[in-house]
């Protein structure tokens, strides 16, 4: 039960997010990385930390956010899940790109367009592409 709370709990955060409601969704957020730390569930606690990561990055707290898009990257690299891995490094680009490392988060985002595709990943591939 925990899992499937977990990922409710994930999705009401990017609901709460898209209404642009910072406090809910980081309740939500941390709500539900902790119920994902109690299930089995990889992808549930994947799920949480990226949802949680977009909550502190729209609160600007831009120092977390990597961190926590660090730390799921190469937690989703360990374990072999492509799509997340993936998700994480979007997200760690389009920080590098609010922060003004143009350059760094560019050649980031190019690479992931290259993995995406050669993976058959194309949603991340168009994600991508939007975000250069």
């Excluded at 969704?25 to 990226?50: N, Q, Y």
């Excluded at 799509?83 to 590098?96: F, N, P, S, T, V």
């Excluded at 490392?101 to 980031?108: F, I, L, N």
Aim: hydrophobic share 40%; charged share 30%; net charge neutral.
């Amino acid at each position: 039960m925990t899992d499937l709370g977990a990922q409710a709990y994930s999705d009401l955060t990017r609901v709460l997010l898209a209404q642009g409601n910072l406090r809910e969704a980081k309740e939500t957020a941390d709500h539900a990385v902790g119920l994902s730390k109690k299930g089995g569930d990889l992808t549930a606690h994947f799920d949480a930390t990226l949802a949680l990561a977009a909550v502190d990055t729209a609160l600007g707290k831009t120092a977390e956010a990597t961190k926590e898009l660090e730390n799921l990257r190469d937690e989703t690299s360990r374990h072999r899940y492509a799509a997340y891995e993936m998700e994480a490094r979007l997200g760690l680009a389009k920080l590098q790109l609010g922060a003004g490392e143009v350059t760094r988060g560019r050649e980031h985002l190019l690479q992931l367009q290259k993995d995406a595709r050669d993976h058959g990943f194309l949603l991340l591939f168009r994600k991508a592409a939007a975000a250069n």
